[in-house]
C-alpha cells in the first residue's frame, strides 16, 4: 500500500509542529487546541514530549495540518 495520498506521509511530527507555529503562532495555536504545552511557556521541545505521548492531543494537532493545508 502507497502513502502517496497521505499528506502526512514522510512529516515528522516536528516540522508539522512548527509550520503551525508559523502559520498560526502559539497563542492561536494554543485557542484552537486548548493543551497546557501551547498555552503556558510553550516551545517545540515540551509540546513535542507531550505529543509523543499523548494520541488524541496528536491526533488534534494532525487534524489542524490538514486543514491548514486545506486537504481536510
Known amino acids: ?3 502517496e495520498n497521505n499528506p502526512l506521509h514522510g512529516k515528522t511530527l516536528e516540522s508539522i509542529l512548527k509550520e ?3 502559520f498560526y503562532g502559539w497563542d492561536e ?3 484552537r487546541i486548548n493543551v497546557r504545552c501551547f498555552t ?3 516551545s ?5 514530549k ?3 505521548k499523548t494520541q488524541w492531543a496528536r491526533d488534534k494537532v ?3 495540518y490538514l486543514r ?5
Not at 44 to 48: C, E, N, V
Not at 68 to 72: C, D, F, H, T
Open 1 to 3: 500500500m502507497t502513502q
Open 20 to 22: 503551525l507555529v508559523d
Open 29 to 31: 495555536l494554543g485557542a
Open 40 to 42: 503556558h511557556d510553550p
Open 44 to 48: 517545540i521541545k515540551s509540546s513535542l
Open 50 to 52: 507531550f505529543l509523543r
Open 62 to 64: 494532525e487534524n489542524l
Open 68 to 72: 491548514m493545508k486545506g486537504q481536510a
